[in-house]
C-alpha cells in the first residue's frame, strides 16, 4: 500500500468515525461517552458539529481515533480467544473504566 492510498484509507476511516460517534452521542451521551473514552466537553462537541465541518475534519491525514489503552493487559484481555472471552471482555470493560477520559487540548 503506498502513501497515497494510506491517507485515503485514513480519511475514510475518520470519516466513517466521526460520523458514528456523532449518531452515538445523539443517541445516548452518557453511554457514548464511556464507549469512546472521551470528556463531555469533547462530547458536546462533536455532537454539535455541522456536516461541513465534519467533513472538514475527516479530510485531516492523521487519524482522529486512537487506542484508548496502552496497557498490555486490557489488549491481551480485549485479544482473548479462549472459552472465557466474555468474561475476558468484562474484565477489560472494567479496567478501561476506571481510565479517565481523554481530554482534547
Do not use: W
Not at 64 to 70: E, Q, Y
Not at 79 to 103: C, F, N, V, Y
Amino acid at each position: 500500500m503506498g502513501a497515497d492510498q494510506m491517507v485515503a484509507e485514513i480519511k475514510d476511516v475518520n470519516l466513517s468515525y466521526m460520523m458514528l460517534a456523532q449518531q452515538m452521542l445523539r443517541a445516548d451521551e452518557a453511554a457514548a461517552i464511556y464507549r469512546l473514552g472521551i470528556s463531555q466537553d469533547v462530547a458536546r462537541i462533536v455532537e454539535s458539529l455541522t456536516s461541513g465541518q465534519l467533513l472538514k475534519m475527516a479530510a485531516s491525514s492523521m487519524l482522529l481515533c486512537r487506542f484508548r489503552f496502552d496497557d498490555r493487559l486490557i489488549m491481551e484481555l480485549l485479544a482473548s480467544h479462549g472459552k472465557d472471552r466474555t468474561m475476558s471482555q468484562s474484565h477489560a470493560a472494567i479496567l478501561m473504566a476506571g481510565q479517565p477520559a481523554e481530554a482534547m487540548a
